[in-house]
């Protein structure tokens, strides 16, 4: 079965296209761009986008969309997280997080399955942590130096990509979208 | 004539109405409500929201939308000020910019008027200014406790609404709209 994935992005598509072999599906990136709505929460962001991209596309896909979500600050950057980092970035995070005794956050991800005439399918992966002190660590990208998974000590950016991994909230949501399809 | 302003702002209307009554437009409130996009421009979020409009509304209308743009973060907040101002505030702003020395900052409306079949007709107002140290007055709303316009040394938060009127943003872009909407 062909999958099609509405990304720009080259690394999500192979992430999702090497874990989704396993079950024979093969997916294939599709880069036909769809409107990312103000929301608050990533469900409406990802529910728009499928209606939007299904008015003119009749095949099966799905669609990601993720971000940091940080209880001190109600939220923010949440969905715009995107925005937030090319704007004011981590350094603008822990200034605004400077004598904040709670530091929780989570990243959250969300891939949506569209499937020609009927309502997304939703898939929610979550990694809770906490916000550090500092910027830590030169690997990953985005939050990643400011972001210490539960149970950790290190940021993911002071992680390998291997051990990363095991608490990504994108796999996490890639998993149950496997398990869905298998059925 | 009567003119749309899709809108769930009842004061944006009536000082919209209250304006354009002097060219004998009939501005009514109508309550649509249209997705407003994630985007880098008030330009992108106003021109997509009036083509969503004019697929199920086929009358003459207007939208707006403003945001406060500073320099010194990038443009942040940006096309994203209310979600801003609704998770860190004020006081976040003010945070951000500690030790910032460029405080410069705009204050931007953009009004879009929609025809049938027509492309939007946009309409841009700014108001110049800087970003206060602290915050000060209490009259207004948003941020204005933290905006003082170029060559004023109060904010908006301590004029009364009559001063706060001859440098608004809002104004300036309604203006130029109602300059269009009498040739």
């Known amino acids: 079965m062909k999958l099609y ?28 761009g769809y409107p990312e709505i103000q929301a608050d929460s990533l469900e409406e962001v990802a529910c728009y986008g499928v209606k939007h991209i299904q008015e003119s596309f009749d095949k099966l896909f799905i669609l990601e969309d ?34 904040t005794s709670n530091r929780k956050a989570v990243f959250r991800s969300i891939f949506a399955y569209g499937q020609p005439g009927e309502k997304p399918v939703l898939f929610i992966g979550e990694c809770p942590g906490t916000i550090s002190e500092t910027e830590k660590g030169s690997n990953g990208f985005g939050y990643d130096p400011i972001f210490i998974p539960g149970g950790k000590t290190r940021t993911f950016a002071e992680m390998q990509t291997n051990e990363k991994n095991n608490y990504s909230h994108r796999g996490k949501s890639l998993e149950k979208l496997m398990n869905f399809l298998e059925q």
């Open 5 to 32: 994935f509405i990304t720009g992005n080259k690394g999500k598509q192979m992430e999702a296209k090497e874990k989704l072999s396993k079950i024979n599906i093969d997916v294939v990136q599709k880069n036909l």
């Open 66 to 99: 993720a971000g940091l979500f940080i209880d001190g600050l109600k939220g923010f950057p949440g969905v715009y997280s995107a925005y937030v980092f090319h704007t004011i970035g981590c350094k603008g995070i822990l200034k605004l997080m400077e004598k």
